[in-house]
């Protein structure tokens, strides 16, 4: 099992980034995916989450109306739309999958996790 997030980078306060998760190695269309980030100096906080029974989102507060989860099946890959970036969304993004039917908040209820990608966000 593998993923492989991207689209992270540099981009300034206001701006916009979309993150990418392609996986492989499991069937993608009944695994929850999860985005986690971990800022410097703090633990991995979740982000974002989209379950694969019904599709539901579920988002952190200091993200909800900003960032946007979607997964497209057919491409085996989970995107995370990040728009009106702050520099306090600076962190390290991972995307987790778990085959929980609803969407955890906890790091522990997923097996599975990408190496991660830088999002650097200037004031």
């Known amino acids: 099992v593998q993923l492989q997030a991207s689209g992270g980078g540099l981009v300034q306060a206001g701006g916009s980034l979309r993150l990418s998760c392609a996986a492989s190695?499991?069937?993608?269309?009944?695994?929850?995916v999860g985005w986690f980030r971990r800022a410097p100096g703090k633990e991995r906080e979740f982000a974002a989450g989209?379950?694969?029974?019904?599709?539901?989102?579920y988002y952190a507060d200091s993200v909800k109306g900003r960032f946007t989860i979607s997964r497209d099946n057919a491409k085996n890959t989970a995107y995370l739309q990040m728009n009106s970036l702050k520099p306090e969304d600076t962190a390290v993004y991972y995307c987790?999958?778990?085959?929980?039917?609803?969407?955890?908040?906890?790091?522990?209820?997923?097996?599975?996790w990408g190496q991660g990608t830088q999002v650097t966000v200037s004031s």
């Open positions: 190695g499991l069937t993608f269309s009944i695994y929850t």
């Open positions: 987790a999958a778990t085959g929980t039917r609803t969407v955890l908040r906890t790091e522990y209820a997923y097996g599975y």
């Open positions: 989209i379950s694969w029974r019904d599709g539901s989102t």
